[in-house]
């Protein structure tokens, strides 16, 4: 299996446009996360998704972040419109049985 | 709610010695996941080893191991034999009822291994 695959690898935007990061969790996983990292915060549990269906979204930072996951191969992160503040690396993660397994990460640059 | 503890901002270690990284965790639940997973420079999030609450012997893949202390709630990496390659930023994890929901971390323990 190739992992998880997440895109793009790396985004700088301008403050105000919308962001979409992709994310194809491993196949056959039944749970994917998103997560955060920064210096300041480490690493922040966003949403996460139990067989498509989001179970807990309280970590999404406001109403400008929006999570969906139409189907078990692919989940979309929105930042609509971006801030400076959400410049960060940003992981989907994907799991099974207890191990999650992460992909590359997306580094977003919001200038 | 679940936290997990990382004491240990940065390390040293020489090549070829063995190495404890620390970590603690709270949890109320009898049935939780414990894990270690190491970030090189290069940014991506490897999975090292895992723990289960209910697991009798404690953990090992290759060089790691996780010595875990239930009573004192802890689930310590230890790395044999460091390597050059062993550089890196090490977080310890935490699921409560593995399998059912998302990891908690540690603010990690940034490990650098001197020649």
């Known amino acids: 299996d190739a992992g998880v695959i997440q895109s793009p690898r790396h985004e700088v935007t301008e403050m105000g446009q919308e962001v979409t990061l992709r994310c194809k969790p491993i196949s056959g996983h039944d749970y994917l996360f998103w997560y955060r990292q920064t210096m300041m915060r480490g690493l922040e549990l966003l949403i996460y998704f139990n067989n498509n269906v989001p179970i807990d979204d309280s970590g999404m930072p406001e109403d400008r972040f929006s999570a969906k996951m139409p189907n078990a191969s692919f989940s979309t992160l929105k930042i609509q419109p971006s801030e400076p503040r959400d410049s960060a690396v940003y992981f989907c993660?994907?799991?099974?049985?207890?191990?999650?397994?992460f992909g590359q990460g997306t580094r977003l640059t919001v200038v | 709610a679940q936290k997990i503890t990382q004491t240990q901002p940065g390390m040293f270690v020489q090549e070829k010695e063995a190495v404890t990284l620390d970590c603690t965790y709270d949890t109320s639940d009898p049935s939780y996941g414990l894990f270690w997973y190491k970030q090189p420079s290069s940014g991506e999030m490897i999975f090292l080893i895992y723990?289960?609450?209910?697991?009798?012997q404690n953990a090992t893949e290759g060089r790691y191991s996780l010595n875990f202390q239930k009573a004192r709630k802890s689930a310590n990496l230890v790395i044999s034999a460091s390597q050059l390659g062993d550089s890196a930023m090490y977080f310890c994890?935490?699921?409560?009822?593995?399998?059912?929901?998302?990891?908690?971390f540690g603010k990690g323990t940034r490990l650098s291994v001197i020649a």
């Open positions: 723990q289960g609450s209910y697991d009798q």
């Open positions: 993660a994907s799991s099974f049985h207890a191990e999650a397994f």
């Open positions: 994890a935490m699921r409560e009822r593995p399998g059912n929901t998302p990891l908690v």
